[in-house]
């Protein structure tokens, strides 16, 4: 992965899913260390436990009631120390869990606002979701194994210490014992990335494909098409299955080794302590306490495999999240130019549209037109330039804040509708009447039970494709921008409501920059100026009553071949 100069300090500059991994623990220092010290204290509290155990049974067995009391005192001690640390201890790892997982989101939802229009060019609406679906809960557990990962090293040691300094052979057995666990644990962790990174590409595909379908579920009810999709969707899911189950298996295996090997090393531990029991080399409270050791051990040697397996995952789900922090957009925008406005031109077509004048444009081919759009917004790099400015000079936020163009892809999000039309929250109630009144969208709102505090479902589900058009056009009449750019804003309402909207839209836009991509002889009437464009360059211009005279491709566009 390649290393980008993000000029947002907020996204990271991550060359690889470790790095990344290690961008996020930096972040969160502080609790990682503070919750690694109670996870240290929580787990030696336990190791010790076995040591007092011993020492109050070998009381027990010379009849000493006053160490009997000393180490049950211990005991207590040890207990109440262990509470302490593991609930401190849970609260700093639920804490270090939602950190990386909501910064993870956050960093990626900074990044796709950066991206803007870049991004679903580049990566799948599933890609992008599968982030937050999955892939924070893996990265966030990352962060929460670290605590009992650290701390079980930590106890592993001195338990160890402890063993060889009562029994140096048992010490050593455990000694030995924990790299051939590490080694023979190793052999599992790269078929198991490697499939996890699989499962990870088919539910990304899924997801999108499960987007798509709800998006379009109207259209396809209305072709007959639901049976053919939801078919297609099913052989997907199943691929997604049977990666889930390759992974699975993996799993299990490395969960069977986390029990396996751990319970070979304790009985072999318990085995050689009884032996030296029996010889007398060691006592009877020293037995019970490597017995107690060996059964301690099960904790931190699980934990260390455990900790494998969702380091492993959190690397996986880290190389999506780097995928998407990699990409660059097509507009940078670090230029630094200014400009007073004028007319904005596109030198591609040959597109000029005069400043304080309501100008259409219109293509034999619809796709020209949304092509001279996107120049025109600089949402594409090309040599288009405002007020003799070339765009890419300009700061790509004063190029936002001037420049709207609306399209009909353009969504409506879930909440009050007042909030979805009038997104900057400074209009008022007449700039809202208007807006309305120029849209034609009177009736929409009026149909809602709360009106302007109505609630929106996702997308605007409720609202039918004229109406969405209507009000995505009131959203960018209270946008109120410098220039507004409209493609095609009337192509989904009836040829009443559009003459309506015609009429009023040029009212409404008097005195400033609007362009209007289109064919719509309705619309092209009102217009100042009518721009003819073929084969991706400007042809004729004009009123639209002038070109009908005199343009037969025009006449032949805008009639739809009824000359």
Not at 77 to 90: E, I, K, N, Y
Not at 114 to 122: D, E, V, W
Not at 295 to 309: I, K, N, Q, S, W
Not at 357 to 368: K, Q, S
């Given at each position: 992965?390649?290393?980008?100069?993000?000029?947002?300090?907020?996204?990271?500059?991550?060359?690889?899913?470790?790095?990344?991994?290690?961008?996020?623990?930096?972040?969160?220092?502080?609790?990682?260390?503070?919750?690694?010290?109670?996870?240290?204290?929580?787990?030696?509290?336990?190791?010790?436990?076995?040591?007092?155990?011993?020492?109050?049974?070998?009381?027990?067995?010379?009849?000493?009631?006053?160490?009997?009391?000393r180490?049950?005192?211990?005991?207590l001690?040890?207990?109440?120390?262990?509470?302490?640390?593991?609930?401190?201890?849970?609260?700093l790892?639920?804490?270090?869990?939602?950190?990386?997982?909501?910064?993870?989101?956050?960093?990626?939802?900074?990044?796709?606002?950066?991206?803007?229009?870049?991004?679903?060019?580049?990566?799948?609406?599933?890609?992008?979701?599968?982030?937050?679906?999955?892939?924070?809960?893996?990265?966030?557990?990352?962060?929460?194994?670290?605590?009992?990962?650290?701390?079980?090293?930590?106890?592993?040691?001195?338990?160890?210490?402890?063993?060889?300094?009562?029994?140096?052979?048992?010490?050593?057995?455990?000694?030995?014992?924990?790299?051939?666990?590490?080694?023979?644990?190793?052999?599992?962790?790269?078929?198991?990335?490697?499939?996890?990174?699989?499962?990870?590409?088919?539910?990304?595909?899924?997801?999108?494909?499960?987007?798509?379908?709800?998006?379009?579920?109207?259209?396809?009810?209305?072709?007959?098409?639901?049976?053919?999709?939801?078919?297609?969707?099913?052989?997907?899911?199943?691929?997604?299955?049977?990666?889930?189950?390759?992974?699975?298996?993996?799993?299990?295996?490395?969960?069977?080794?986390?029990?396996?090997?751990?319970?070979m090393?304790?009985?072999?531990?318990?085995?050689?302590?009884?032996?030296?029991?029996?010889?007398?080399?060691?006592?009877?409270?020293?037995?019970?306490?490597?017995?107690?050791?060996?059964?301690?051990?099960?904790?931190?040697?699980?934990?260390?495999?455990?900790?494998?397996?969702?380091?492993?995952?959190?690397?996986?789900?880290?190389?999506?999240?780097?995928?998407?922090?990699?990409?660059?957009?097509?507009?940078?925008?670090?230029?630094?130019?200014?400009?007073?406005?004028g007319?904005?031109?596109?030198?591609?077509?040959?597109?000029?549209?005069?400043?304080g004048?309501?100008?259409?444009?219109?293509?034999?081919?619809?796709?020209?037109a949304?092509?001279?759009?996107?120049?025109?917004?600089?949402?594409?790099?090309?040599?288009?330039?405002?007020?003799?400015?070339?765009?890419?000079?300009l700061p790509?936020?004063?190029?936002?804040?001037?420049?709207?163009?609306?399209?009909?892809?353009?969504?409506?999000?879930?909440?009050?509708?007042?909030?979805?039309?009038?997104?900057?929250?400074?209009?008022?109630?007449?700039?809202?009447?208007?807006?309305?009144?120029?849209?034609?969208?009177?009736?929409?709102?009026?149909?809602?039970?709360?009106g302007?505090?109505?609630?929106?479902a996702?997308?605007?589900?409720?609202?039918?494709?004229?109406?969405?058009?209507?009000?995505?056009?009131?959203?960018?009449?209270?946008?109120?921008?410098?220039?507004?750019?409209?493609?095609?804003?009337?192509?989904?309402?009836?040829?009443?409501?559009?003459?309506?909207?015609?009429?009023?839209?040029?009212?409404?836009?008097?005195?400033?920059?609007?362009?209007?991509?289109?064919?719509?002889?309705?619309?092209?009437?009102?217009?100042?100026?009518?721009?003819?464009?073929?084969?991706?360059?400007?042809?004729?211009?004009?009123?639209?009553?002038?070109?009908?005279?005199?343009?037969?491709?025009?006449?032949?566009?805008?009639?739809?071949?009824e000359?």
């Open positions: 992965m390649r290393s980008l100069p993000h000029a947002d300090p907020g996204i990271p500059d991550a060359r690889s899913p470790l790095r990344y991994l290690w961008w996020v623990a930096r972040g969160q220092a502080s609790p990682l260390i503070v919750g690694i010290g109670y996870a240290v204290l929580w787990w030696l509290a336990q190791a010790l436990v076995p040591s007092a155990l011993g020492k109050a049974v070998d009381s027990l067995t010379t009849r000493d009631a006053e160490a009997l009391v180490w049950s005192a211990v005991l001690g040890l207990g109440v120390l262990s509470a302490f640390g593991g609930v401190m201890r849970h609260r790892a639920v804490f270090n869990w939602l950190s990386a997982a909501y910064r993870t989101v956050q960093v990626t939802a900074r990044q796709a606002t950066r991206l803007g229009a870049t991004l679903p060019k580049l990566l799948s609406t599933g890609e992008v979701i599968s982030v937050g679906n999955s892939d924070i809960a893996h990265i966030g557990n990352a962060m929460d194994i670290l605590l009992r990962a650290v701390g079980s090293v930590v106890a592993i040691i001195m338990v160890t210490a402890i063993l060889i300094t009562t029994s140096p052979t048992l010490g050593l057995i455990v000694l030995l014992g924990l790299p051939l666990m590490v080694l023979a644990v190793g052999p599992l962790l790269r078929p198991l990335h490697r499939r996890q990174h699989e499962q990870r590409d088919l539910q990304g595909d899924l997801a999108t494909r499960a987007s798509d379908i709800v998006a379009g579920l109207r259209v396809l009810r209305g072709i007959g098409g639901e049976q053919v999709f939801a078919d297609r969707y099913r052989e997907e899911s199943q691929r997604v299955r049977g990666a889930g189950v390759r992974v699975a298996s993996v799993d299990a295996a490395l969960e069977g080794a986390q029990l396996l090997l751990p319970g090393l304790i009985a072999f531990v318990t085995w050689r302590g009884a032996h030296y029991a029996m010889d007398g080399t060691i006592t009877v409270g020293q037995l019970v306490a490597f017995y107690g050791y060996a059964l301690f051990l099960v904790g931190p040697l699980r934990t260390l495999t455990e900790a494998a397996d969702k380091l492993t995952k959190g690397h996986v789900a880290a190389r999506r999240v780097i995928r998407i922090l990699s990409l660059d957009p097509e507009v940078q925008g670090t230029g630094t130019a200014v400009t007073a406005g007319d904005l031109v596109d030198a591609t077509s040959g597109v000029t549209v005069r400043q004048r309501f100008t259409a444009l219109a293509g034999t081919v619809p796709e020209d949304i092509a001279v759009a996107d120049r025109l917004g600089h949402y594409v790099a090309a040599g288009a330039t405002f007020g003799g400015v070339p765009l890419a000079d790509l936020a004063e190029v936002r804040r001037r420049i709207l163009v609306a399209d009909n892809g353009a969504r409506l999000f879930s909440g009050r509708l007042r909030d979805q039309l009038d997104i900057t929250g400074s209009a008022s109630e007449d700039d809202l009447r208007r807006a309305l009144r120029t849209a034609c969208a009177e009736d929409v709102v009026e149909a809602l039970p709360g302007m505090d109505s609630h929106v996702e997308s605007g589900r409720e609202f039918s494709g004229g109406q969405q058009q209507r009000l995505r056009l009131v959203r960018a009449l209270l946008a109120d921008p410098e220039v507004l750019v409209l493609v095609e804003p009337t192509s989904a309402v009836d040829a009443h409501t559009e003459a309506r909207i015609a009429e009023r839209l040029g009212e409404a836009r008097r005195g400033r920059t609007t362009l209007v991509c289109t064919t719509s002889p309705l619309v092209l009437d009102r217009a100042d100026t009518v721009i003819f464009m073929r084969d991706g360059q400007v042809r004729a211009e004009g009123s639209h009553r002038s070109l009908l005279a005199t343009v037969p491709d025009y006449t032949a566009t805008v009639t739809r071949g000359v």
